[in-house]
């Protein structure tokens, strides 16, 4: 059962445009979430996360939103750079269980010239 | 800094051999955490350690050992391996076992068990 659910495995955005990667979650215990990237060989690096109390967290070109009714938050990324070319992962995190991430599959990010 | 470092990169192994998958943290964090990567799948948590002389089971400890040696390594034992175990594994450490820390990770071990 996967609570936490990457509906897209790969997104493709040409440079300077908006990224939106889009993340859904089943488990109402959620209440902490972040986004991690990955790049090929490489392990996951924090980029941004956002608690339950709030619907929006920014930083610089990184927005995270959250719509708790939905059960939706996703990444922006204005302006796209080349250099954003990765996996993305979103993971949740219920209170009372700190030591667990639950992570979605990742979508891939290419950003094209 | 080096942060979060694992040791081997790669390793092949047959069935029923085992082997250690070595892990250090050099940002004197207290809780340390195993997960591994399948295709298709998003990370999952095999175990973790809150603090020194601590582990506990994750979402899937099936087949797999720990040893937290001390506050800054953490390695996890596959006594027996198979083919299931076929996976990238990651290593992660964050100051504490609490709702908002961040988890470093490592580079990962990209593991094939024949």
């Known amino acids: 059962d996967q609570q936490v659910k990457q509906n897209s495995p790969s997104l493709s955005v040409q440079e300077g445009r908006i990224s939106i990667l889009n993340c859904d979650y089943t488990n109402s215990m959620f209440d902490y979430f972040l986004w991690y990237k990955k790049y090929p060989a490489e392990g996951p690096t924090f980029l941004i996360s956002?608690?339950?109390?709030?619907d929006k967290n920014e930083d610089g070109r990184f927005t995270v939103f959250l719509n708790k009714s939905a059960k939706h938050l996703s990444l922006h990324i204005v302006p796209s750079q080349p250099g954003d070319s990765a996996v993305y992962f979103c993971?949740?995190?219920?209170?009372?269980?700190?030591?667990?991430?639950?992570f979605g599959t990742g979508t891939r990010l290419q950003v094209t010239l | 800094n080096a942060g979060v470092t694992q040791t081997p990169k790669f390793q092949v192994l047959k069935t029923g051999q085992s082997m250690t998958l070595q892990c250090a943290q050099d940002?004197?964090?207290?809780?340390m955490y195993w997960y591994r990567q399948d295709p298709g799948m998003g990370l999952r948590l095999i175990y973790y350690?809150?603090?020194?002389?601590?582990?506990d089971k994750g979402e899937v400890p099936n087949g797999y050992n720990v040893s937290r040696l001390n506050k800054r390594e953490f390695s996890l034992r596959l006594e027996s391996a198979a083919p299931s175990q076929t996976s990238v594994y990651f290593c992660a450490s964050s100051e504490a076992l609490a709702l908002k820390e961040t988890q470093y990770f490592g580079p990962g071990t990209r593991l094939l068990v024949l």
């Open positions: 940002m004197n964090h207290n809780s």
């Open positions: 350690s809150a603090s020194e002389g601590t582990t």
């Open positions: 993971a949740a995190r219920a209170t009372g269980t700190a030591s667990k991430l639950t």
């Open positions: 956002i608690s339950s109390i709030k």
